[in-house]
């Protein structure tokens, strides 16, 4: 189950041993693209705006090899490294490209930028990171065409824009998990969890010198994440009381980076600038798209990705997994993606 893995040990494991997994401790293959003054949609700037990635494999003759893989929520290109995010991307074949999104504590994000420290960041949205990995490719890397735009999670909303935003760009899309359109659902978790960030009065309005604990919105993150049945199976009773302890003191996620990560997602409508609707949007998709989607997903409602799957003429793959939203490196989405890039 490295679904669990990925979140209970980062999340979790990690925070009960105070041995977090250092967002800063890069590595050799930790890259950084700078992109100047980044405008974003909202009119407004990230200045000196850097995107982080990691590459693996080999670009062909033709530059026609390439496959990106963006971030999840609350997760860095070295976490995915880490935890075999990616993994299922054959590197003897293609030219692996893992990309920070924005606001995830190595691209540019509030936890570390010098001039727009914290609360001074200014909202980013999921059609700004794919700008943002759209310039990375074609002014950084010299790469103007994609084999593939993979993604899960808030990932899996960043493949979907990708597809709308750049149609003619690359030839396939997976989107696990994701989401075209934030529902209200969503919504309501979303507001729910920035409401319980902002009330801690340890947030102090994103002032913070030292990054807080914020036990509701945690609690709340771990009841969404799975779902009942895997809770009951793989926490005891017994174990409970320190199994909770170890999520109120949880702070690994940076509260500014990840709030707006949150809004970001609250944001997602791949249709906003193109008619409006659903359908417009999937009639303006040329690449070949496969949406991978658990009905018991609780974190990110799967309900219009089933939808759109109809729409786009995509190949739909629908799970009925009490793992919930950490399903990704579930044998049967592996499966499903090898299937489809060697298509």
């Known amino acids: 189950m490295k679904g669990i893995i990925l979140f209970a040990a980062i999340i979790l494991q990690l925070a009960a041993t105070q041995t977090a997994y250092s967002q800063r401790a890069y590595g050799p293959r930790q890259h950084f693209a700078p992109l100047g003054d980044f405008l974003l949609e909202n009119g407004k700037l990230i200045h000196d705006c850097k995107i982080g990635y990691r590459t693996y494999g080999k670009l062909n003759a033709t530059q026609s090899n390439a496959v990106i893989y963006p971030t999840a929520g609350a997760t860095t290109t070295g976490l995915m490294e880490l935890f075999g995010i990616g993994e299922d991307v054959d590197t003897t074949r293609f030219y692996l490209i893992l990309i920070d999104a924005l606001g995830n504590g190595t691209s540019s994000s509030p936890s570390n930028s010098t001039s727009q420290p914290k609360a001074l960041f200014p909202q980013f949205t ?3 990171m794919v700008y943002t990995q759209y310039k990375l490719l074609t002014e950084q890397l010299g790469i103007h065409h994609l084999a593939a735009v993979i993604g899960n999670s808030m990932a899996g909303c960043q493949a979907l824009q990708w597809a709308v935003s750049f149609p003619n760009f690359m030839d396939k899309v997976i989107s ?19 409401q319980a960030v902002k009330s801690d009065p340890a947030y102090k309005n994103g002032n913070y010198t030292v990054n807080p604990a914020i036990p509701l919105a945690a609690r709340l993150s771990q009841l969404l994440i799975t779902t009942p049945a895997t809770v009951n199976k793989t926490v005891t009773t017994d174990s409970f009381p320190k199994w909770l302890a170890s999520v109120d003191r949880n702070t690994f996620i940076d509260c500014n980076d990840f709030l ?10 791949i249709s906003a600038r193109v008619g409006g609707t659903l359908e417009d949007a999937a009639k303006l998709i040329k690449a070949k798209l496969l949406i991978i989607a658990n009905k018991q997903d609780n974190l990110i409602n799967q309900s219009l990705s089933i939808k759109f799957a109809g729409m786009a003429n995509a190949q739909l793959i629908v799970m009925d997994s009490d793992l919930g939203h950490l399903v990704f490196n579930e044998k049967i989405v592996v499966d499903a993606e090898r299937k489809f890039l060697s298509e």
């Open 126 to 128: 999921i059609r700004d």
């Open 260 to 269: 707006l990560q949150v809004k970001a997602v609250m944001m997602q409508d």
């Open 176 to 194: 696990i998990e994701g989401t075209p359109k934030a529902t209200t659902y969503d919504l309501l978790w979303m507001d729910t969890y920035i």
